[in-house]
């Protein structure tokens, strides 16, 4: 397995590696996994006919309830899997039940490989210093104690005093985080007018990059953040480019669809993203829908990288708003559209119903506003938050609270949109026009 020359190999070439890997995959899951074996048998899939990806729309979906549910019985794990001989990841739980991932060394070298394939080919060399912001430190290994590679892990538990004196003192080449942990970390370096030293890349991890984040790492650190997509079940799927652009898909261990209405979305268009892990053996994960979002993709990046592109990532479906016309706002959407006016993380927004929305906000939330007072609702803040939340949901029944700041929830990332009313689930499929 070749992953460093993959990603210039001719779009024929990964096709026809797609299509070996994915019948590969797919007989594996039928013979060995007793939840594929129920739910194909179930959709009268004909698992031999299968040549390779023109047969994938064969193939049901599965959501993340069923996978769930389906390790809870037992039924997810390939037979014969010694799991005392495995590795796993836990998933933050933060959609319900966490799922625990497990993984063969050989399975956790290659997701290992394809997220080193990213950094290599942002210029990362051995000698670097990488700084990586993490509720919990990761493992340090043995070269890491001889320089090689070398890792500081910044806990984001610590105050952030003490997160930016860590990172001032490492000086890395490489940066990494959430967009949340990233957007703090900037923040308070602006606040405390240090200056950081310049690093070679800056990747978020773990959420979409929203417009205020991009322009805050891009300002406090002198480079525009690396985009990285991935879901603790399958691993890194599409990182960006030095364009920072559209994503380029992992085409070699997984295979991704943006689908609209169960179909391929046109480039351009939203829809919702599904994820074949091409080479999970363990626990495969055949046409998995991440319940995430984006916007389809097509044609060739300029930086001459062959692997096939996706748009925008646009963030959780359930994080996402419905309104009264069919049009469904993304979390991206929404947070650029605010962006400016509100300061992620100080304000969070729920629809009740396709008409009434609340919104929270804590003192720090209005940006260049000393802090809000409560009676200040009524006036000037009220009429500044209310116009320009309008002009992106139209009239609806909008009421604002101030509230203290949220409790932080385990999982180091911002929520800022919730759908907590009953608005009809599965929408999308009827909300033509939706990305526009
Ligand atoms: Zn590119």
């Known amino acids: 397995m070749d992953l460093r020359s993959n990603v210039t190999r001719s779009p024929a070439h990964l096709r026809s590696l797609q299509d070996h890997l994915f019948r590969a995959a797919a ?100 000698r670097h210093h990488t700084a990586q912001f993490q509720i919990k430190p ?37 940066v990494v985080g959430t967009a949340t942990a990233l957007r703090r970390i900037a923040r308070a370096s602006e606040a405390a007018q240090v200056i950081l030293k310049q690093p070679r890349v800056v990747f978020c991890a773990g959420e979409l990059v929203d417009a205020e984040t991009r322009q805050l790492v891009t300002r406090v650190f002198n480079r525009e953040p690396v985009g990285l997509y991935g879901q603790t079940e399958v691993g890194y799927i599409a990182w960006q480019c030095e364009q920072r652009g559209s994503f380029h898909v992992n085409a070699d261990t997984h295979f991704v669809e943006v689908l609209r209405d169960g179909i ?67 979390t991206r959407k929404i947070l650029d559209h605010l962006a400016g006016t509100l300061r992620l993380g100080e304000f969070r927004l729920y629809q009740e119903s396709l008409k009434k929305f609340r919104l929270e906000l804590t003192c720090h939330a209005l940006v260049g506003h000393p802090g809000i007072e409560n009676e200040d609702t009524d006036s000037h803040v009220h009429l500044t938050v209310l116009g320009h939340l309008r002009k992106l949901l139209g009239e609806v029944d909008l009421s604002i609270r101030i509230v203290k700041p949220w409790p932080a929830d385990g999982t180091g990332k911002t929520h800022a949109i919730f759908r907590v009313g009953n608005l009809n689930e599965g929408s999308l499929r009827d909300t033509t026009g939706a990305a526009s």
């Open 264 to 330: 391929p979305a046109h480039p351009g268009d939203l829809g919702t993203i599904v994820v074949t892990d091409l080479r999970a053996r363990t626990m495969p994960l055949i046409r998995y829908n991440t319940a995430d979002l984006a916007i389809a993709a097509s044609g060739e990046c300029s930086c001459g990288r062959q692997l096939p592109l996706m748009g925008s990532i646009e963030g959780r479906e359930r994080a996402s708003i419905l309104l009264g016309d069919g049009r469904l706002l993304t």
């Open 138 to 174: 990761g493992p340090s290994h043995m070269l890491q104690r001889f320089g090689i590679s070398r890792k500081t892990w910044i806990s984001t538990e610590q105050s952030i005093e003490d997160q930016l004196a860590q990172l001032l003192e490492a000086k890395p080449d490489v």
């Open 27 to 126: 007989i594996h899951a039928y013979r060995n996994v007793q939840f594929y074996r129920r739910v194909w048998d179930e959709a009268r899939v004909d698992v031999q006919a299968i040549r390779g990806i023109q047969d994938l729309e064969s193939i049901p979906i599965i959501t993340a309830p069923m996978v769930r549910e389906a390790a809870k019985l037992g039924e997810l794990l390939a037979r014969g899997v010694d799991p005392s001989s495995c590795t796993y990841l836990d998933t933050s739980g933060s959609s319900g039940v966490a799922l625990r991932v497990w993984k063969r060394p050989l399975e956790e070298r290659v997701r290992r490989a394809v997220g080193l394939r990213i950094w290599f080919e942002h210029g990362f060399h051995w």
